[in-house]
């Protein structure tokens, strides 16, 4: 089989670098003015997730820091779900491989499994939360703002969702996912809204990370203002969300998923695809098929959401931890995330069944996406079938010329320079 011709491009992305991160962490902290909301003594769970969010320790270190100055007691929850399958080890683990833990946050990380019950929606269901995040004095949340990989809405992944599906452990993840299948996720704003009546809710430390994955901003909401914040801050984090530049696309191949990455390992506002219960979708890149090579050692083995690929390798299927990928499909209701699918020995074996199964075009004429993973687009690997697209496009340039797709002696692709530094 004739391979297509490659290049290396990279696309102009939304540049906002926050420049002193500690200093915007504090400034946010205090305009608040917590002195008049708390007392000294005062327990507070800071709660936070397991997204690979830029500097996130040092954001959680600098809160925590602030907090402490007031004489205030506070000490980490891990709020994600089912994910780290639903453990205190498999929590702690995953805040660990993001750099996070009780030495460098100098506070105790509290991960336990069992959850109290704070409130009841109107559709009867419980709203559960972190046993020991419910007994603190006051609850503080940090996170990103950024579009949904699941759903769509005015609130999408952030605060709110925090708020109650993080903290809800994984018993409370599964409540409100399968009760979504009937009522939507406009159910979290529901649960966030009865969460701060009948608890202390100091602030959420809102994210926002620019097309680098840079932070951006640093924003603290405050509980009389939560929704309208996070309405906002959502479309400026979707303005600034890099995206693939072309349209109509035969293969993209993602060097690697993973949790870090998205929550569903690539995320679906970049592919254009989402398979699920809720809605299924193919939206611009319009990709025929996607071929995914490897699983990122930061996952942990957790491969939620291969489900979305067409075509992987026996390497990325060997390396999957089913237990926690399977746990944490069940919980978000989404079984079609974790099914495994057809997968070869060596990426060529992969690209050439991509090729034969996307209709009546030539191998050497297909129109074909190489990247490192979703979140890592600025550089990206691009067929000849392109070429016009990019020599018109003022916002694209070519790094490397066109050469043929090289293979090492094993079948698998070399190295062509994906992550290149400027």
């Given at each position: 089989?004739?391979?297509?011709e490659?290049?290396l491009?990279?696309?102009?992305?939304?540049?906002e670098?926050?420049?002193?991160?500690?200093?915007?962490?504090n400034?946010?902290?205090?305009?608040?003015?917590?002195?008049s909301?708390?007392?000294?003594?005062?327990?507070?769970?800071v709660?936070?997730?397991?997204?690979?969010?830029?500097?996130i320790?040092?954001?959680i270190?600098?809160c925590?820091?602030?907090?402490?100055?007031?004489?205030?007691?506070?000490?980490?929850?891990?709020?994600?779900?089912s994910?780290?399958?639903?453990?205190?080890?498999?929590?702690?683990?995953?805040?660990?491989?993001?750099?996070?833990?009780?030495?460098?946050?100098g506070?105790?990380?509290?991960?336990?499994e069992?959850?109290?019950?704070?409130?009841?929606?109107?559709?009867?269901?419980p709203?559960?939360m972190?046993?020991?995040?419910?007994e603190?004095?006051?609850l503080?949340?940090?996170n990103?703002?950024?579009?949904?990989?699941?759903f769509?809405?005015?609130?999408?992944?952030?605060?709110?969702k925090?708020?109650?599906?993080?903290?809800?452990?994984?018993?409370g993840?599964?409540l409100?996912?399968?009760a979504?299948?009937?009522?939507t996720?406009?159910?979290l704003?529901?649960?966030?809204?009865r969460?701060?009546e009948?608890?202390?809710?100091?602030?959420?430390?809102?994210?926002?990370?620019?097309?680098h994955?840079n932070?951006?901003r640093?924003?603290?909401?405050?509980?009389e203002n939560?929704?309208?914040?996070?309405?906002?801050?959502?479309?400026?984090?979707?303005?600034?969300m890099?995206?693939?530049?072309?349209?109509?696309?035969?293969?993209?191949?993602?060097d690697?998923?993973g949790?870090?990455?998205?929550?569903?390992?690539?995320?679906?506002?970049?592919?254009?695809r989402?398979?699920d219960?809720?809605?299924?979708?193919?939206?611009?890149?319009?990709?025929?098929?996607i071929?995914?090579?490897?699983?990122?050692?930061?996952s942990?083995?957790?491969?939620?959401?291969?489900?979305?690929?067409d075509?992987?390798?026996?390497?990325?299927?060997?390396?999957?931890?089913?237990?926690?990928?399977?746990?944490?499909a069940?919980t978000?209701?989404?079984?079609?995330?974790?099914a495994?699918?057809?997968?070869?020995?060596?990426?060529r074996?992969?690209?050439?069944?991509?090729?034969?199964?996307i209709?009546?075009?030539?191998?050497?004429?297909?129109?074909?996406?190489?990247?490192?993973?979703?979140?890592t687009?600025?550089?990206?690997?691009?067929?000849?079938?392109?070429?016009?697209?990019v020599?018109?496009?003022p916002?694209?340039?070519?790094l490397?010329?066109?050469?043929?797709?090289?293979?090492?002696?094993s079948g698998n692709l070399?190295?062509?320079?994906?992550?290149?530094d400027?």
């Open positions: 089989m004739l391979f297509p490659m290049a491009v990279r696309q102009r992305l939304h540049a670098k926050l420049e002193d991160i500690p200093a915007a962490t400034k946010a902290i205090q305009g608040l003015h917590l002195a909301a708390t007392k000294p003594g005062d327990s507070i769970a709660a936070v997730g397991s997204r690979g969010i830029s500097h320790p040092l954001i270190s600098e925590v820091k602030s907090l402490k100055d007031l004489g205030l007691k506070p000490f980490i929850v891990p709020a994600m779900g994910h780290g399958g639903n453990t205190p080890k498999g929590e702690l683990s995953v805040l660990a491989g993001l750099g996070i833990n009780e030495s460098f946050a506070v105790p990380i509290l991960a336990a069992d959850v109290a019950r704070v409130g009841t929606l109107e559709i009867g269901i709203i559960l972190d046993r020991r995040a419910a603190a004095d006051h503080v949340v940090i990103r703002i950024k579009p949904h990989t699941k769509h809405g005015t609130i999408e992944s952030g605060l709110t925090m708020l109650t599906v993080g903290l809800g452990k994984g018993e993840a599964a409100y996912h399968r979504a299948v009937q009522h996720f406009s159910i704003q529901d649960a966030a809204r969460i701060m009948s608890r202390s809710v100091l602030f959420g430390l809102a994210i926002l990370e620019d097309g994955k932070v951006s640093i924003s603290a909401v405050r509980p939560w929704f309208e914040a996070e309405r906002a801050l959502l479309e400026e984090a979707r303005f600034m890099p995206k693939i530049p072309f349209d109509l696309i035969d293969i993209l191949i993602v690697e998923i949790k870090e990455i998205s929550g569903i390992g690539m995320d679906s506002n970049v592919t254009g989402h398979r219960i809720i809605g299924d979708f193919r939206t611009a890149p319009h990709v025929k098929r071929f995914v090579r490897d699983l990122s050692p930061e942990n083995g957790n491969g939620n959401g291969i489900g979305l690929a075509v992987t390798t026996r390497r990325l299927a060997d390396a999957l931890d089913l237990e926690k990928t399977y746990a944490n069940l978000a209701i989404s079984p079609e995330k974790a495994i699918p057809m997968y070869f020995d060596t990426d074996e992969c690209i050439k069944a991509c090729l034969n199964t209709g009546m075009v030539k191998p050497e004429t297909a129109r074909i996406i190489h990247i490192k993973n979703t979140a687009i600025e550089t990206l690997s691009v067929s000849r079938a392109l070429e016009d697209n020599v018109s496009s916002d694209l340039q070519i490397r010329p066109w050469e043929p797709m090289a293979f090492d002696d070399e190295d062509c320079g994906l992550t290149i400027d």
